[in-house]
């Protein structure tokens, strides 16, 4: 496996775990209070808009010339922090709504 491959797969793999923690907190807004349950949708419905983004540039990634890889990382990196950084605030903040 190239070292392309294999960073592909992490990030593959990532985006898995991501997915699943979405889907945590969707649970947890079902069970939420009224006003909590708004804000948590909120919240959810911009973290897939940047899953998909991410999920997007991934697949440039993968599609990407040798000549263009290093370019399309650097925006798949750039989207991925801003995802991770925005899940573990949301994670954070809703750690435990009150249902």
Same mark, same amino acid.
């Given at each position: 496996?190239?070292?392309?491959?294999?960073?592909?797969? +992490?990030?593959?793999? $990532? &985006? !898995?775990?991501?997915?699943?923690?979405?889907?945590?907190?969707?649970?947890?807004?079902?069970? =939420? %209070?009224?006003?909590?349950?708004?804000?948590?949708?909120?919240?959810?419905?911009?973290?897939?808009?940047?899953?998909?983004?991410?999920? +997007?540039?991934?697949? $440039? &990634? !993968?599609?990407?010339?040798?000549?263009?890889?290093?370019?399309?990382?650097?925006?798949?990196? =750039? %989207?991925?922090?801003?995802?991770?950084?925005?899940?573990?605030?949301?994670?954070?903040?809703?750690?435990?709504?009150?249902?």
């Amino acid at each position: 496996m190239t070292k392309r491959e294999a960073y592909q797969q +992490k990030m593959e793999a $990532q &985006l !898995k775990e991501w997915q699943a923690e979405l889907s945590k907190l969707q649970a947890w807004a079902e069970k =939420a %209070s009224a006003d909590v349950n708004k804000e948590m949708h909120e919240h959810i419905e911009e973290l897939r808009h940047k899953r998909e983004a991410t999920a +997007k540039k991934l697949d $440039q &990634l !993968k599609a990407a010339s040798d000549t263009a890889w290093d370019d399309v990382k650097s925006g798949l990196e =750039a %989207s991925w922090n801003d995802l991770k950084a925005s899940l573990e605030r949301a994670s954070s903040r809703f750690k435990s709504p009150t249902p």
